[in-house]
């Protein structure tokens, strides 16, 4: 791994990704979760004081880059919820099928090189009923954002972490075989406009 994704981009993402108008759109969501959580691309773990500990029995943390899972752990030790975290990819998860009964996404579909792979994973991990939280930036509905996302994108992609910034987010949980049964979105306040677009809610296998 290169010397940028190992420490640039972690402390990149970790900073980012703690911003106030992004914990308040986490807010939105996270503490639905419940039960058994598996959240896929823990980063450096800005979701943990966000859980509801009456609610929330124990987190599990996918996260394949070393950097963030060091910066995660970190922060683990500041909270009492029982959290692992696991050095894998959303692809191909090392868990039992029907472990979760919440899967947390939260800026991290944009970032996923195989969508449908890692939606086929999350049913199998999903216990039946189980929900998936999202919440995540992508397409603008206005076409000049959108056009922007789409020029701006491929270099984005190369200095973020292979972040995209025009995935129809809404569609993708979609086709990868789930029933959205609550979105909100629009642009995050005091943000610029090509990262801005938020996608919010949930979703149960369809
Ligand atoms: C922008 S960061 C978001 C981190 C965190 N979810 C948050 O809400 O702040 C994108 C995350 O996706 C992770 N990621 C990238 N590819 C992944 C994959 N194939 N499977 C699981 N996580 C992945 C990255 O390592 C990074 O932690």
């Known amino acids: 791994m290169s010397f940028y994704n190992r420490v640039i981009l972690p402390n990149l993402i970790g900073t980012a990704c703690k911003q106030s108008p992004i914990m308040k759109q986490r807010a939105k969501i996270v503490p639905e979760a419940d039960g058994v959580v598996v959240e896929i691309g823990m980063g450096a773990a800005p979701n943990l004081p966000l859980y509801d500990s009456s609610r929330v029995k124990a987190v599990i943390g996918i996260e394949p880059n070393a950097g963030l899972r060091k910066k995660a752990a970190r922060s683990i030790q500041q909270y009492s919820l029982p959290v692992e975290l696991v050095d894998a990819v959303a692809e191909d998860l090392p868990l039992e099928a029907a472990t979760a009964d919440t899967v947390v996404l939260t ?16 049913r199998r991990v999903l216990k039946p009923g189980g929900r998936l939280l999202f919440c995540e930036h992508g397409a603008a509905p206005d076409a000049g954002v959108l056009k922007w996302q789409s020029r701006i994108e491929p270099v984005w992609k190369v200095f973020a972490g292979g972040c995209h910034l025009a995935r129809p987010i809404d569609r993708l949980i979609t086709e990868g075989g789930f029933s959205i049964d609550k979105l909100e979105a629009g642009y995050m306040p005091k943000t610029p406009r090509i990262v801005a677009y938020d996608y919010i809610g ?4 369809a």
């Open 107 to 122: 800026y991290t579909l944009c970032s996923l090189p195989d969508v449908a792979g890692a939606m086929a994973e999350i």
């Open 202 to 205: 949930a979703a149960k296998v």
